[in-house]
């Protein structure tokens, strides 16, 4: 078993750390952290828990006495990003892409947060990649954070950066969309994999803008140890994300553009098929008529018994013909 892998096996505690101010830290099992105390000023400890154990709520409430609605916050399925100050404690939800197997990264996949300054809790429900990274980093793979404010920008940066897959994915399939011929036995197709972008777009834009407002609510108000450096470092996550928010506009108008273009090739295409069909029509109506007319089996049709009335009647077919092709130029029919 790895340091990354060191986790008490007897509660919701996945793993859990007591960082040292250098950019490291210690482990620590769940019996220890329920009731751990600083030993030295600017000790943190760095909790990551299943929420969906009974027990953290217990704890949350009776140790660590939160309010009853932070509590439940914090151990809820209610999970759309928002964040903001309690007394001097933040609390946050934050959305991530979800790289766990056999589900959509466009799903996303929350994590609470709860810190004093001295203890930063974060929870989840389903895996994530973030925590196991900056816990790398504290366990050696790295320097690593130094302090609650630092730990919280880098639990952010790595969320936020995690997004940057998918929008570069959605990004290279429009362009390569773009180079398709969208001919008219492959639109239905191209049609259907530009909706399913139109629909991954949607899902990460629901989930990331009000992610954007919660950033923005840590950065303004977050309780004094959150340093101003801090703030920095939050103001560069919400920058990126903000470009990332640009980018699935981009993303997202493209697929329009791309839809209409290819709904206009399919027209354009029907079109000119009409079109060539009804010429084609009006060429042999006339033709129709003449020799309908010609052909009926009654008495009295002129010069039926002339050697030369088969032929004439073609060529008066031909005559009629080029007549209609010289009209339908004129009228620019052709």
Known sequence: M???????????????????????????????????????????????????????RAWLLHTL????????????????????????????????????????????VSMQLWSDGTRVLTFRRHWLQGPRQVLALVDGGGPGPTDAGALITSLVEHMIHHMNHSVIDMNEQIDALFAVDGADDRADDLLGRISAIRRDCLALKRHMGPEHVALEAIARDAPGWFEPHDRREIGESIALLRRFLDDIDVSKESAVVLMDEIRGRSLARSERTNRLLTVVATVFLPLTFLTGLLGMNVEGIPAAEHPLAFWSVVGLCGVVLIVQVMLFRRWRWL
């Open 2 to 56: 790895t340091r990354a892998e060191m986790t008490a096996s007897d509660g919701p505690l996945l793993f859990g750390r007591v960082l040292d101010g250098a950019g490291g830290g210690a482990p620590i099992t769940w019996d220890e952290a329920r009731d751990w105390r600083p030993e030295r000023p600017g000790a943190v400890l760095w909790l990551h828990l299943d929420r969906t154990l009974p027990e953290v």
């Open 65 to 108: 006495s939160l309010p009853e609605p932070t509590a439940e916050l914090l151990t809820s399925d209610d999970t759309r990003p928002r964040a903001f100050r309690e007394g001097e404690t933040l609390v946050a939800t934050l959305r991530t892409i979800n790289f766990n197997p056999g589900a959509e990264p466009e799903d996303m």
